[in-house]
T-cell receptor, first 120, second 118 residues
Framework: AQTVTQSQPEMSVQEAETVTLSCTYD???????LFWYKQPPSRQMILVIR??????QNATENRFSVNFQKAAKSFSLKISDSQLGDAAMYFC?????????????????FGKGMKLTVNP | EAGVTQFPSHSVIEKGQTVTLRCDPI?????LYWYRRVMGKEIKFLLH????????ESGMPNNRFLAERTGGTYSTLKVQPAELEDSGVYFC????????????????FGPGTRLTVL
């Protein structure tokens, strides 16, 4: 079974600075997806960024970028120019890309999450 | 476009009582998922509906939990009787049909229902 580990329960960063959130995972599959989700206080969880395992190029979405190290099974998220609105719980998640004629499971496997505080 | 909605936002019940959580997916989304986060732990998958059928219910903890999705629209998750360890936040998510012309269908999450069992 796949597992996702976020070893840092909390982090803080100064506004406008850069912060890196770490995530490691374990799987025996060769093809899969990795995600970072963000849940602001009292709000819905939203997808921040997605990485397909077969792609060597690291995904980037504006101020958010990942460092995907497939051999090391590491998937960190870098937030540049941190803003107050980045304060949230961040969850790392894994999804198998396997699919069969019966449909297969689309379940996400999450880490425990990490609370990011942005200081003005 | 309305997002995934969940009701209630918060429920406090006593051990042994029954609670029913509701999820309304994004209109047109065939896939509906239930997840749960117990305080301080991972968000864990409970089950996955494709339309009204249970595609994967491998994460359902025991037979005190009953999920339904009659008509393939909204879904309910009933806990009966509730136990202390059922406390947590229950998330619902939805996504388009797998073969909707995309290689990956993003799951859109609702705000969650916080369940407290006393």
């Amino acid at each position: 079974a796949q597992t996702v580990t976020q070893s840092q329960p909390e982090m803080s960063v100064q506004e406008a600075e850069t912060v890196t959130l770490s995530c490691t995972y374990d799987t025996s599959e060769s093809d899969y997806y990795l995600f970072w989700y963000k849940q602001p206080p009292s709000r819905q969880m939203i997808l921040v960024i997605r990485q397909e395992a077969y792609k060597q190029q690291n995904a980037t979405e504006n101020r958010f970028s990942v460092n995907f190290q497939k051999a090391a099974k590491s998937f960190s998220l870098k937030i540049s120019d941190s803003q107050l609105g980045d304060a949230a719980m961040y969850f790392c998640a894994y999804k198998s890309s396997e699919w069969n004629s019966q449909g297969g499971s689309e379940k996400l496997v999450f880490g425990k999450g990490m609370k990011l505080t942005v200081n003005p | 476009e309305a997002g995934v909605t969940q009701f209630p936002s918060h429920s406090v019940i006593e051990k042994g009582q029954t609670v029913t959580l509701r999820c309304d997916p994004i209109s047109g989304h065939d896939n509906l998922y239930w997840y749960r986060r117990v305080m301080g732990k991972e968000i864990k998958f409970l089950l996955h509906f494709v339309k009204e059928s249970k595609q994967d219910e491998s994460g359902m903890p025991n037979n005190r939990f009953l999920a339904e999705r009659t008509g393939g629209t909204y879904s309910t998750l009933k806990v009966q009787p509730a136990e202390l360890e059922d406390s947590g936040v229950y998330f619902c998510a939805s996504s388009q049909e797998r073969w909707a012309g995309v290689s990956y269908n993003e799951q859109f999450f609702g705000p969650g229902t916080r369940l407290t069992v006393l």
